[in-house]
């Protein structure tokens, strides 16, 4: 990944095997930041997440970690699941 960018992972792991598979990804990838669900620093905020909370929404739950991890300082944002499937090559390049 460029420097431009900051990718960060959000997961869950429903076992002992899946973690072990997250193990692995991490290793190949050293430049992304990953983040256990419901196990955030509590360091890790946004103004998004801060604002949820002061709506009531409850700061247990993935949309409450995803918000945390919103960059105030990013412009720009992309998020993708993990049942997503591309092909050929994929960029992030600012156009005006």
């Given at each position: 990944?460029?420097?431009?960018?900051?990718v960060?992972?959000?997961y869950?792991?429903?076992?002992?095997?899946?973690?072990?598979?997250?193990?692995?990804?991490?290793?190949?990838?050293?430049?992304?930041?990953?983040?256990?669900?419901h196990?955030l620093?509590s360091?890790?905020?946004?103004?998004?997440?801060e604002?949820?909370l002061s709506s009531q929404?409850?700061?247990?739950?993935?949309?409450?970690?995803?918000?945390?991890?919103?960059d105030?300082?990013?412009?720009?944002?992309v998020?993708?699941?993990d049942?997503?499937?591309?092909?050929?090559?994929?960029?992030?390049?600012?156009?005006?």
């Open positions: 990944f460029g420097p431009d960018l900051k960060q992972v959000l869950h792991h429903s076992d002992a095997d899946f973690r072990e598979g997250y193990d692995v990804v991490r290793k190949f990838h050293p430049g992304v930041h990953f983040h256990q669900q196990n620093s360091d890790i905020t946004s103004s998004y997440f604002i949820y929404g409850p700061a247990d739950t993935f949309k409450a970690d995803y918000l945390r991890l919103l105030d300082g990013i412009a720009y944002t998020h993708f699941m049942d997503m499937v591309m092909t050929g090559e994929w960029g992030a390049v600012e156009r005006r």
